[in-house]
């Protein structure tokens, strides 16, 4: 890792992809170095994607 220097490595996006679900999704968008996250098996579901739709859209207008 010591070769990128710290401007490189901010400037690289960092999605979680680690059980996303609309419990913890807001949370999750909310930590520092987080910038998305990989939506998998909860993309199943719609009820669940969307409650992770609008954890990510209520960030946006905060």
Request: net charge negative; charged share 15%; no cysteine.
């Amino acid at each position: 890792m010591g070769v990128y220097d710290s401007n490189i490595a901010s400037s690289i996006p960092i999605l979680y992809g680690g059980s996303v679900n609309g419990a913890n999704s807001k949370d999750l968008f909310t930590m520092d170095n987080i910038n998305g996250g990989l939506i998998g098996g909860a993309s199943l579901n719609g009820e669940e994607f969307v409650e992770i739709y609008q954890a990510a859209e209520s960030l946006i207008y905060e």
